[in-house]
């Protein structure tokens, strides 16, 4: 399971260092794209397994589930960690999420995002905090 979150800056070429606590659940080579909201995924290879399984039984007579397989698919990316640990985000992932420099990496359970600093900032605000409560125990999830 990822948790926590970490503040990190891209280099000029496009590379992000992955903190060490993710590296080693990630492994040296994982799955980067398009995320909601305007963050970009990262899945460890056997969740990302898991994860293209299920887009796989979408059917594609279905408008919106070509547009969920387009998504996720066109912009998907394997990565490898170099010596220092860094890894490149692909042009069009970074340009997608807004990634120029100072970025958080945010550790989600089943994935990691990754958001411009000032996207997070945006989304992540205190103001949301009821409206997160009010749905869990609406799902009868009690804390």
Known sequence: MYTGEYNHTVDSKGRLILPSKL???????FVVTK???GC???????EWS?????LNTLSITNRESRKALRFFLSGAASV????QGRFLIPTGLREYAALEKD???VGCGRNVEIWNKDRWAAINNDDDVEEVMEYLNGIGLRL
Not at 23 to 29: D, I, K, V
Not at 80 to 83: F, H, L, M
């Open 50 to 54: 898991h994860f293209e399984e299920k």
């Open 103 to 105: 970025v958080v990496l």
């Open 23 to 29: 590296r080693e659940a990630l492994g040296e080579e």
């Open 80 to 83: 490898e960690v170099d010596k």
């Open 35 to 37: 995320g909601v909201d």
């Open 40 to 46: 970009l995924f990262v899945y460890d290879q056997t």
